[in-house]
């Protein structure tokens, strides 16, 4: 079955850290750029960051940059997002999605996409 699943979400108070993980099977991430996404209640979508298949290269919403770090374990089939400094507006549902494409997944067009979990940031 080929899917994307995500673990490691959870409460967290501020200025803590999670590490998420975004899981493969069915395929090969070597060859897909991965993003992670979020959504909180009432708001929009919103890229959180994303690696490339070709060169590792990391891209960052300026919200989370210097705080969050995306990377990538081909051996393990799985990308990980390092959150660190966590904010209440941190709070939402993270996905993580794959396009064969950078430019397809910062688009949204999506070739897999995750169940999500939950990063709940609060005292």
């Known amino acids: 079955q080929v899917q994307l699943v995500e673990s490691g979400g959870g409460l967290v108070q501020p200025g803590g850290s999670l590490r998420l993980s975004c899981a493969a099977s069915g395929f090969t991430l070597d060859y897909y750029a991965i993003g992670w996404v979020r959504q909180a209640p009432g708001k929009e979508r919103e890229g959180v960051s994303c690696?490339?298949?070709?060169?590792?290269?990391?891209y960052y919403a300026d919200s989370v940059k210097g705080r969050f770090t995306i990377s990538r374990d081909n051996a393990k089939n799985t990308v990980y997002l390092q959150m660190n400094s966590l904010k209440p507006e941190d709070t939402a549902v993270y996905y993580c999605?794959?396009?064969?494409?950078?430019?397809?997944?910062?688009?949204?067009?999506?070739?897999?996409w995750g169940q999500g979990t939950q990063v709940t940031v609060s005292s």
């Open positions: 690696i490339s298949s070709s060169d590792g290269s990391t």
């Open positions: 999605a794959a396009a064969r494409a950078l430019l397809k997944l910062v688009q949204g067009e999506y070739d897999y």
